[in-house]
C-alpha cells in the first residue's frame, strides 16, 4: 500500500527576503521566496499563505493565528515552541529538524506532510484529518491525536513516547517500525500495523483498556 508523501514543488529561483516581517505585514500572500534566520510574530503571520518557499533557522515561537495556510515548502531548522495553529491547511511541505514544543495543530488538515528528524513535545493534532503523512527519524513525547482521523500514516524509526490515539480513526497507520513506550487509546488501533515485539511490549495497555487485571 503506497503510503508515500508526495514532497513539496519548489521553483528552482527563489527572492531571498532579508526582512520577512516588512514584507508579510503588506502581502496576503507570500510565494517563492527564502526565510532565513528570521523571527516571525502573530502579526506577520495572521491571515496570511505562504506557498512555495523554502524556510530555514526560523522563530515562530509564540504564534497564535488561526486558519494560516501553508503548501509546497520546506521548513528547515525551525523552531515551533508554544506555537499556537489550529485549523490550519498543511499541503505538500516538509519540516526538517524542527522544535515543535507545544505545538498546537487542532482541528487541522495536514496532507503530504513530512516530518524529519524533528523532536515533537506536548504537541496537539487532535480532531485533525491527517492523510499520507510520515513521521521520520522523530521523538514524540505527550503527542495527542484524540479523535484524529490518520489516512497512510507511517512512523518510521521513531522514539514514541506517551501518545494517545483515543477515539481515532485509523487507515493504513504503521506503528511497526518504531519504539513506543506508551499510549493510549489502544482500543482505536484498528486499521493500524504494529510489530509482534510491539504488541507484547503493549498488552498492559490492551488490558487495561479492556478492564482486565493480571496478576
Not at 505562504?50 to 495556510?69: A, C, H, M, N, P
Not at 522523530?138 to 484524540?146: E, G, I, P, Q
Not at 499510549?183 to 498492559?204: D, F, R
Request: glycine share 4%; aromatic share 6%.
Amino acid at each position: 500500500i503506497e503510503m508515500k508523501p508526495i514532497k513539496p514543488t519548489i521553483p528552482p529561483s527563489l527572492s531571498i527576503l532579508d526582512n520577512a516581517s516588512l514584507l508579510l505585514s503588506n502581502e496576503d500572500s507570500i510565494t517563492r521566496v527564502q526565510i532565513n534566520s528570521e523571527v516571525l510574530s502573530s502579526d506577520d503571520l495572521d491571515g496570511k499563505s505562504i506557498t512555495e518557499s523554502v524556510i530555514k533557522s526560523t522563530d515562530l515561537s509564540g504564534v497564535d493565528v488561526s486558519r494560516f495556510d501553508i503548501s509546497d515548502c520546506v521548513l528547515k531548522d525551525c523552531s515551533f515552541t508554544v506555537t499556537r495553529l489550529p485549523e490550519s491547511s498543511w499541503h505538500r511541505v516538509s519540516i526538517d529538524g524542527g522544535r515543535c514544543s507545544g505545538l498546537q495543530l487542532n482541528n487541522s488538515t495536514l496532507k503530504n506532510v513530512i516530518f524529519t528528524n524533528s523532536k515533537l513535545e506536548f504537541v496537539n493534532f487532535r480532531f485533525s484529518k491527517i492523510e499520507k503523512v510520515a513521521f521520520e527519524n522523530c521523538a514524540l513525547d505527550d503527542v495527542d491525536f484524540l479523535e484524529a482521523q490518520l489516512k497512510d500514516v507511517r512512523f518510521s524509526n521513531c522514539t514514541i513516547n506517551n501518545i494517545t490515539f483515543a477515539q481515532a480513526r485509523m487507515k493504513n497507520v504503521d506503528l511497526s517500525e518504531s519504539t513506543v513506550e506508551g499510549i493510549k487509546g489502544v482500543n482505536s488501533l484498528k486499521g493500524a500495523t504494529i510489530s509482534h515485539e510491539q504488541l507484547i511490549q503493549l498488552s498492559p495497555y490492551f488490558a487495561t483498556e479492556a478492564g482486565i487485571r493480571v496478576k
